[in-house]
């Protein structure tokens, strides 16, 4: 069983350009979240879906950003105009929900991303 | 408003020594689900313990081990005899109850073990 893959591990880019992540979960995990984590803070959450579905977005996420988990299994975030203030370490988590909600979240590794 | 507060911002201790982090939380909800990760120089994020608001038995798991205390909304991390590989950030977490899914993280609290 492989953990959750996230790709590119690192992206910089120059202010105003468009950026694409991609998030693996854990084969099988119907829940998939995005965090945002900057430097010496927590993760702090943008966004999830259960399979298809997006359940829920954070006031974080503002209108450049837009997620997608198209058949259920991996996601893409998109950052449209990237702004400095978007640099940041993007994590992804995945979790199985059934009929006992436990809801423990396994993480990736995270993509870097720095904008110039 | 859910918040989680870790006061201590980074801990050094000597190899073998043991230490423990602090978080406390804040929280409205009855049910609710407290966590700790660790987090490598590598950047993944570990699970290490879950523990849910009606269950306030203390865990011990090899050289970690966990004290819960409603009473004082302490969810406090104990490591004993500290290790090298020990060392990495720590995060508390707290997600509310099965309808809530965003988790709130603490600030974490850097641990340095040295040699």
């Known amino acids: 069983d492989t953990g959750v893959s996230q790709n590119p591990r690192h992206k910089i880019t120059k202010r105003g350009q468009n950026v694409t992540f991609r998030c693996d979960p854990i084969s099988e995990h119907n829940r998939l979240y995005w965090y945002r984590q900057t430097l010496g803070q927590g993760p702090e959450f943008l966004t999830y879906?259960?399979?298809?579905?997006?359940?829920?977005k954070s006031r974080l996420l503002s209108d450049r950003f837009s997620a997608e988990r198209p058949k259920g299994s991996f996601s893409t975030l998109e950052i449209q105009r990237t702004e400095q203030g978007d640099s940041a370490m993007y994590l992804c988590?995945?979790?199985?929900?059934?009929?006992?909600?436990?809801?423990?979240?396994?993480f990736g590794p995270g993509t870097r991303l720095t904008v110039l | 408003a859910q918040k989680v507060t870790q006061a201590q911002t980074e801990i050094s201790v000597v190899e073998k020594e043991d230490v423990t982090l602090d978080c406390v939380y804040e929280?409205?909800?009855?049910?609710?689900?407290l966590f700790w990760y660790k987090q490598p120089p590598s950047g993944e994020l570990v699970f290490l313990i879950r523990r849910n608001s009606f269950d306030e038995q203390n865990e011990i798991s090899g050289r970690y081990s966990w004290n819960f205390q409603k009473s004082t909304s302490s969810f406090n991390f104990t490591i004993t005899a500290s290790q090298v590989v020990d060392s990495a950030v720590y995060f508390c977490?707290?997600?509310?109850?099965?309808?809530?899914?965003?988790?709130?993280f603490g600030p974490g609290t850097r641990l340095s073990v040295l040699p």
């Open positions: 879906f259960q399979n298809e579905a997006q359940l829920e």
């Open positions: 977490a707290l997600r509310k109850d099965n309808y809530g899914q965003n988790f709130v």
């Open positions: 988590a995945s979790s199985l929900v059934g009929k006992v909600v436990t809801d423990t979240q396994y």
């Open positions: 929280t409205r909800d009855t049910t609710y689900y």
